[in-house]
């Protein structure tokens, strides 16, 4: 890492930052993952492992899918938007308090180390993403969607969320480094009003209006709208990007104006 980084200094302004982030990069998945591919494995294959859990549950009690024909499909769509807006919010928040030592580098900035965990939970989640439709295919399950374009917008919109959020938890931690805890209860709380296990739209109206703050939610009916247009399942598009957008530019001027010169 400081080889890297001492021999940035003889480049273009752009090569130098290219190899600050490439050395971050590189150092954030073998500290998090090890030397090994398998560690990084472990991460991608979670989301499989979720969803399964869910199919493995439903198919013990007998239970059919809320929506359609096929229980992998119905979770799957639900599932891996909310996680991957959930897995960018928490790791981004998390690449700070675990890297901050670096920030001693003069080439090192805070907005570095939320930018380089960005790009390794986005490749993350597209790995993980072709892991669920590969093991979909095998289970007999066609992944395609009526309208593609439409389930593509509900991941990239997961993930514009997952980057706002994590980077107004940066700014928070710098405030409150407690909110790491209080950001994972409030996961759980996301994660269960997000619908990812059943079909939100079927509880009753006063309730539905409520949980369609939950911009999580937004993202699964999102994708499920693609995969299930006979549904008439209503989302508000411009709610869950200009919440993303908005997030993140709050919390890229906290980070750069407040939290870095709070903690330098």
């Known amino acids: ?24 990069i590189l150092r954030d998945m073998r500290t998090r993952f090890g030397a090994s591919i398998w560690g990084y494995a472990v991460v991608v294959l979670w989301p ?16 059919a899918a809320p929506l359609g024909d096929s229980r992998p499909l119905f979770f799957a769509t639900g599932a891996v938007p909310v996680l991957v807006f959930q897995y ?20 090192v900035k805070l907005f570095d180390l939320v930018f380089s965990r960005i790009l390794v939970e986005i490749v993350t ?50 405030f409150f480094p407690g909110w790491m805890i209080g950001y994972a209860l409030f996961s759980i709380i996301m994660y269960v009003s997000s619908g990812v296990m059943f079909l939100p739209s079927f509880m009753p109206d006063k309730v539905y209006y409520w949980m369609k703050f939950n911009p999580a939610l937004q993202c699964a009916e999102w994708v499920r709208s ?9 989302v508000d598009y411009l709610y869950v990007i200009m919440f993303g957008l908005t997030s993140a530019s709050i919390g890229l001027l906290l980070i750069k104006h407040v939290v870095s010169k709070l903690n330098s």
């Open 1 to 24: 890492m400081s080889a890297l980084l001492t021999a940035q200094t003889q480049k273009s302004p752009v090569e130098s930052y290219l190899h600050v982030l490439h050395a971050l």
């Open 125 to 174: 989640g597209f790995l993980a993403l072709l892991v669920v439709t590969s093991v979909l295919v095998v289970l007999g399950t066609n992944p395609i969607p009526a309208n593609p374009i439409a389930a593509v917008s509900g991941y990239v919109a997961a993930i514009i969320l997952g980057i706002g959020v994590g980077t107004i938890n940066v700014a928070i931690i710098g």
């Open 48 to 63: 499989c492992v979720h969803v399964f859990m869910l199919i493995s549950i439903y198919t013990f009690q007998k239970l």
């Open 226 to 234: 693609a995969y299930y247009p006979y549904a008439g399942i209503q």
């Open 88 to 107: 960018i919010s928490r790791e981004v928040m998390k690449s700070v308090i675990m890297n901050r030592p670096l920030t001693y580098y003069p080439q």
